[in-house]
């Protein structure tokens, strides 16, 4: 594998990350293949959430909800029932689109449709949103009082949400926008540069040797051919802000600017660079003799790193030494800790998202069955920290009162049993998130 080669690709991959990632998703991302699912039980999440905001607090936002339940209900259930006739139809009228029913909502796929070029999330927003927008209406006469929320940009600021639109929008369910530009771009650049979506074993040794392993690392993710998409919580949403895959985007970007300032094509291969040193020692026994002329080509060895002089210093005590890089360890440590503590937050909020619906479906006997959703509900995290040796603890917590009855150590017999232990269920489906969001190693705990 030439450095040239290696070269090519990089700079197929800088023209790649140039694009703008929204123009990727207008004419690329949204003419994927999308997978969407619709469920009644991320509604109610939504709405519970919104209340939760606006009357200041868990409690409050229960209490809320309890108010106007009864007559929430069959405004949910009209929703999905016009959601599902809705791409049922449209189902019936294009080949290419799969339906499916599935408990308390839909499942709906619609597959790229080279022929027309079809905006496939567009299609699917377009096919929910009138039936969205009429219900959030009814939500807020049913309530009869303005849902607000504090304003994500400026302080002591309180936003009026008004309109679906402001509540809820279609969402990647895996990945994200960003995510699958990034993902793009390192499949468009190798299937250009080399004609294959496979890195060679020699590529990755190159990459590996100029310190591409950013790219590397992207690049374990499966080429993306299909995307998947949710109502979620607009609100949760700009919350998070995308923080995370920005951070990641940066990332590569900086990755790929340096291994290009390297002018891999002008450096000697690994060959080159061994021919050089032997033509060197054999002129040297050559040269400054009288009568001999000797003509050969540069032994400069391009690319090679020359040996800094040292300078003497006063000698300092071990103490004294180390202090600088003991310094440096530390404000390094430190920086690293706050980026991914940032990061650590921004999947708590996804999770959090996904959290309720994720412990109702693991909800089976012979552990606690979900028989009202409350419980479910009011499971939540509610901080991340780290532990000594560096790994996530996240901290949770549930409505204890009654659920708590069930918990070994504080409950009561013959409710309290390991299968029907609330934390058993929670941790359970924490696991099963991380596992989708490729989290490694991390810990749990009831706070």
């Not at 690329?28 to 969407?36: A, E, L, Q, R, Y």
């Not at 440096?328 to 619906?357: C, I």
């Amino acid at each position: 594998m030439a450095s040239s080669n290696l070269k090519a690709f990089l700079e197929k991959l800088h023209t790649e990350l140039q694009q703008d990632s929204d123009d990727y998703r207008r004419l690329v991302g949204n003419k994927k293949t999308h997978v969407f699912t619709y469920k009644s039980s991320t509604i109610r999440f939504v709405l519970k959430d919104l209340l939760n905001r606006s009357t200041g607090g868990d409690t409050n936002g229960r209490e809320a909800y309890r108010a106007i339940a009864k007559d929430l209900k069959p405004l949910i259930a009209k929703l999905t029932k016009r959601i599902r006739k809705n791409f049922e139809q449209l189902s019936k009228t294009s080949p290419d689109i799969e339906y499916k029913l599935i408990p308390g909502g839909a499942e709906v796929t619609v597959i790229k449709y080279e022929k027309t070029n079809r905006d496939n999330y567009t299609l699917i927003t377009k096919n929910y949103k009138k039936a969205l927008d009429e219900f959030y209406q009814d939500f807020l006469n049913l309530l009869d009082k303005p849902i607000t929320r504090p304003s994500q940009s400026k302080k002591d600021v309180v936003r009026e949400v008004t309109t679906a639109g402001k509540a809820f929008n279609l969402e990647h369910i895996k990945g994200s926008n960003i995510e699958a530009f990034l993902n793009d771009a390192i499949y468009n650049a190798l299937k250009e540069t080399y004609g294959d979506t496979k890195p060679s074993a020699a590529l990755k040794k190159e990459l590996k040797k100029y310190g591409g392993e950013t790219i590397l690392d992207f690049y374990k993710n499966a080429e993306i051919g299909e995307i998947n998409v949710t109502i979620r919580s607009q609100v949760l949403n700009a919350i998070v802000g995308g923080g995370a895959e920005k951070e990641l985007a940066k990332k590569l970007k900086k990755a790929v600017e340096k291994l290009r300032a390297q002018d891999l094509s002008g450096s000697d291969s690994l060959v080159a660079g061994q021919r050089k040193k032997v033509l060197k020692t054999v002129v040297k026994s050559f040269k400054n003799k009288k009568g001999i002329t000797v003509k050969h080509e540069s032994t400069k060895i391009k690319g090679a790193k020359s040996n800094a002089t040292l300078k003497k210093k006063p000698k300092l005590s071990p103490l004294k030494q180390a202090a600088p890089a003991l310094a440096r360890k530390r404000r390094v440590k430190n920086k690293q800790d706050s980026k991914e503590k940032r990061s650590m937050f921004s999947v708590m909020a996804m999770m959090n998202q996904k959290l309720p619906q994720t412990v109702e479906k693991n909800m089976k006997s012979p552990g606690l069955e979900s028989r009202t959703g409350r419980f479910a509900q009011s499971v939540r995290l509610t901080d991340v920290s780290t532990t000594r040796q560096g790994f996530p603890s996240f901290g949770y917590t549930y409505q204890t009162d009654p659920y708590q009855v069930f918990e070994m150590g504080r409950g009561k017999s013959p409710w309290s049993t390991p299968q029907r232990d609330p934390r058993t269920v929670i941790d359970a489906s924490i696991r099963e998130l991380a596992a989708e969001m490729a989290i490694g190693r991390f810990y749990t705990r009831r706070v």
